[in-house]
């Protein structure tokens, strides 16, 4: 453990999981430094170091453009999350730049009203603070699960 | 033999109609695993990169069955039903691997990795009383063994005798393109599966259903990376079961159909989209044929994909009547330099459950499963380009893909 969770790093982690749960998705991008790293991989992947990711982008650019996508290219049944994040621990600190770990749950509901846990897995995060505003230089979503049930379309 | 009682009345149109009650009946399902999971087809195991050495080995769903695929002690491959012969316990359950011999853990019989079985414990009882008596036969409770035929580093097996050799069975046609994607040894990059609320089948139609990509899916028909006025063709195998579709990017005429149509892919609500990071597709002409979509398939559910750089194998696990498990196999090639691996992990963000081309593919099958659920005496229409299983060349506009399917489908289910 390396320190206290800064106020900064955890309001980063709570309004990032408030921007997605509540579908304002354009806000997203702005939570990350540019370049940056943002992937979700599988934890079965990471472990035998297989470098295939689900989602994979390196600007904010690139971030915008996934959103631009889920709004206007591609289709699917709608539906909504709600992140539960925990656990957040500080593994290494290097001046204003934080590496952190930390739990995530995400259900998913759809339109139908029919709700189930869609996600489960860890965030590493390194974590930089500037100006007392903490944003990722990366994000990675680590799902501990290899199989997605139909498909991902809102960023975890 | 396909068996002969019937199961279904399929519709006088023939392979232009899909019964919907082939998409949920228990029945039927069951049936499929006997005739054609069981039958003679050869099914995807997995890939020779999978296996580098002596004892390593991977699982995988055959239908129904769990099989082992494993590298023997002399370089050879062999798939073992994962079930001992004695209670029917699952002798491994980690996905990959290395073992020595195969050990079940319930009573420790234990087999060798051709799957003879070499020790029964306490065979000889204790004291002199008990244990198994003179007339078991160890050679007589060995695993069950699939044929094994593996081809450009690709590993197939079947249960049947009846099957043909693996490269008759894909056929004169469609060798080229399975030649050009399998002449250099893969590299694996990854895994990952999609659970489907949607029969098997549904998946595998869309599959070999070239019509849908450009409309479906917007996201590469607006960027104007897929559309139907580029040059392309769906080849079919002689016997019309397996599909080869393509496409050249670099080719489009009068492609602004899409926008004069007014397709949802062409536009629709928001006429201003394009990349602002088009990182994502930088792309290199890897094969030196301008093809940038290959997707073929082998019946009954095998696809081998390039989609611009991203190279992947897919197959289909049925999970009961309504659903299914599409488990990727995302490849690079052993002598890929650090630039191209990049450019193809970065083309990730096209394929796979959060796939910018793909992430549509299994949604619109659960929407298919809801929708005819209601209604299991009516059938699916699908007579683009007629009701035959003709190959079609400087066009895509048909469905020959799909009727194909339908044709080793009834031909092996006897309906």
Known sequence: MAGDVPAAVAALMTEYVHAIDDDRLEDWPGFFTDPCLYRIATRDNEERGLPASLVYCDSRAMLLDRVVSVRHANVFEPHRYRHMTSAIRILDRDGAEFRTRSN????????????????????????????????????????????????????? | MPETDTLIDWPEEGVARAPYAVFSDPAIYAAEMRRIFRGPVWHYLGLEAELP??????????????????????????????????????????????????????????????????SVPFA???????????????????????????????????????????????????MPNYRRMTQRPFKVLGYYSQYLDSNWKLYFENATDPYHATILHAWATRL???????????????????????????????????????????????????????????????????????????????????????????????????????????????DDDDRQTGIRLKQGNLIGPSGYISLEDGMVGSLVQKGIEGDKDKASVMEMAGRSVESIVNSRASECGVRGFWTAYRELMGV
Not at chain 2, 67 to 80: E, K, Q
Not at chain 2, 274 to 284: K, T
Request: proline share 4%; glycine share 12%.
């Open chain 1, 104 to 156: 995530y749950l995400v259900t998913r509901t759809m339109r139908d009203g029919t709700m189930a846990v869609f996600s489960t897995g860890a965030y590493r995060d390194v974590i930089v603070v500037e100006d007392g505003t903490a944003r990722f230089r990366e994000r990675v979503v680590v799902c501990d699960h290899g199989m997605i049930n139909n498909l991902i379309a809102i960023p975890i």
């Open chain 2, 53 to 118: 050495e002596p004892g390593c080995y991977r699982l995988i769903d055959v239908g129904d069955t769990p099989v082992i695929v494993l590298r023997t002690p002399d370089g050879g491959i062999n798939a073992l039903v994962n079930r001992c012969a004695h209670k029917g316990t699952m002798l491994l359950f980690e996905p990959f691997g290395r073992i020595e011999r195969l050990m079940c853990i319930y009573h420790n019989w234990s087999y060798d990795l051709d799957g003879c079985l070499r």
């Open chain 2, 124 to 174: 000889r009882g204790i004291n002199g009383k008990g244990g198994m008596p003179a007339s078991f036969d160890m050679a007589e409770n060995g695993l069950d063994r699939l044929r094994v035929e593996s081809l450009g580093g690709v590993v197939f097996g079947t249960f049947s005798e009846e099957t043909p050799p693996l490269e008759a069975y894909i056929g004169e046609r469609l």
């Open chain 2, 224 to 334: 104007k990376l897929n559309r139907f006025t580029m040059e392309g063709a769906i080849e079919m195998s002689e016997r019309g079961w397996h599909h080869l579709s393509w496409s050249k990017m670099a080719t489009d005429r009068d492609g602004e159909v899409y926008e004069t149509e007014a397709f949802r892919s062409g536009g629709g609500d928001f006429d201003e989209f394009g990349l602002h990071d088009p990182s994502v597709i930088e792309q290199w002409d890897e094969f030196g044929d301008g093809i940038t979509t290959a997707i073929q398939t082998a019946f009954p559910n095998f696809v081998l994909q390039q989609i611009h750089n991203t190279i992947a194998t897919r197959y289909l696990v049925p999970r009961g009547p309504a659903g299914s498990e599409l488990v990727w196999t995302v490849l690079g090639y052993a």
